[in-house]
């Protein structure tokens, strides 16, 4: 039996790795060169480096010139990058939740004045997330 | 220099391998024996069985026996396994949208009308995520 199409294993296979989640991580907080993103998640250098070539190989990230002699580059966010922020930022908050002992490492505030917590809702009904009633039209490619 | 502290790392630890994201689906289908887990991730036997008990042990799934004799069990999602289901939804339709060819291999309905599509808002004010300025008041436990 062959496993599911499934663009939950297809998104895995891109940035299913803890070095590149982490390394997005870095990237989405500023730390977009080579070193700073080594030293921040404490990758080590071979993995890094092919974790990078793979988020830059399918679109994630982008490398970006920033200095001519000696070349040298920084990673940038691409939209499909820029996607998987609020994916990442909800990662956090379980973690916070369910795994993390103590206080929230990291906290972010929204300019609507609170200590940012997020929930994801229907896009169309603004209802959260298990709200109502959720039926399978099609799952893996065939039609319930 | 360490590595941040940091609750995405932390929630990967947990969670952060293909075949436990993977797994996590299944029974979140309602798939919750071991060989229908197997059957529709591909994931071979040890893998899945080192998967499912690291998630049992941090309590994302718990085991339910089913069948006295001889003694069987499933897997059913904790708390902490249902907080997961809106981020998974929400790591499909990254992969639906940058990664996977063709049309959505899996399509959900909401009781609301309309195939569902998620977004991410800030709980206090709806603001959909990225809307307004966010800023760091902690960072890896160190204050900004």
Same mark, same amino acid.
């Given at each position: 039996? @062959?496993?599911?199409?499934?663009?939950?294993?297809? @998104?895995?296979? =891109?940035?299913?790795?803890?070095?590149?989640?982490?390394?997005?991580?870095?990237?989405?907080?500023?730390?977009?060169?080579? @070193?700073?993103?080594?030293?921040?998640?404490?990758?080590?250098?071979?993995i890094l480096t092919a974790r990078l070539r793979k988020l =830059?190989?399918?679109?994630?990230?982008?490398?970006?010139?920033? !200095?001519?002699?000696?070349p040298r580059y920084e990673y940038v966010l691409t939209d499909? &990058?820029?996607?998987?922020?609020?994916?990442?930022?909800?990662?956090?908050?379980? &973690?916070?939740?369910?795994?993390? !002992?103590?206080?929230?490492?990291? =906290?972010? !505030?929204?300019?609507?004045?609170?200590?940012?917590?997020?929930?994801? %809702?229907?896009?169309?009904?603004g209802e959260p997330f298990g709200t109502g009633e959720m039926?399978? %039209?099609?799952?893996?490619? =065939?039609?319930?």
């Open positions: 039996m @062959a496993a599911r199409e499934c663009s939950i294993a297809n @998104a895995l296979g =891109v940035i299913g790795e803890r070095w590149s989640l982490l390394a997005l991580r870095e990237v989405m907080l500023g730390r977009r060169r080579f @070193a700073q993103i080594a030293a921040n998640t404490g990758a080590s250098r071979d =830059v190989e399918h679109g994630v990230l982008a490398k970006e010139q920033y !200095e001519l002699h000696p499909a &990058g820029r996607a998987l922020q609020p994916i990442l930022h909800q990662l956090m908050e379980w &973690g916070d939740k369910y795994v993390t !002992e103590g206080p929230a490492p990291t =906290v972010w !505030e929204h300019s609507c004045g609170t200590e940012l917590h997020t929930e994801t %809702v229907c896009r169309h009904c039926t399978l %039209v099609r799952l893996g490619g =065939v039609p319930r």
